[in-house]
């Protein structure tokens, strides 16, 4: 059973740091590029960052640039997404997909997570 769980939401003040995560499992996470979005509400899912399959290739949208940082750990087959100094507009459901494809901007999404919420507020 595919199953990608993003975890590691929570609570965050402006300025401070926090580290989501995503846990793949029921498919060949080495071949495939993960991506992490968001959903602010009554907003339209937004591309975050990527991670190539070999993990190589990084790409991210220019409002996370220089804050957030994806990165994968082949061994866990879990993917972060390290996010420092998060601003209040960076407040979302965060969600992880997977694409079949090495790497490709914009992703594919064969797979998805359920997503973790993201509060930033002080």
């Known amino acids: 059973q595919v199953q990608l769980v993003e975890s590691g939401g929570g609570l965050v003040q402006p300025g401070g740091s926090l580290r989501l995560s995503c846990a793949a499992s029921?498919?060949?996470?080495?071949?495939?590029?993960i991506y992490w979005y968001r959903q602010a509400p009554g907003k339209e899912r937004e591309l975050v960052a990527g991670?190539?399959?070999?993990?190589?290739?990084?790409n991210y949208a220019d409002s996370v640039t220089g804050r957030f940082t994806i990165s994968r750990d082949s061994a866990k087959k879990t993917v972060y997404l390290q996010m420092n100094s998060p601003k209040p507009e960076d407040a979302a459901v965060y969600y992880c997909?997977?694409?079949?494809?090495?790497?490709?901007?914009?992703?594919?999404?064969?797979?998805w997570g359920q997503g973790t919420k993201v509060t930033v507020s002080s």
């Open positions: 991670i190539s399959s070999a993990g190589t290739s990084t």
């Open positions: 029921g498919f060949a996470f080495s071949i495939y590029a």
């Open positions: 997909s997977a694409d079949r494809s090495s790497w490709g901007w914009p992703p594919r999404d064969d797979y």
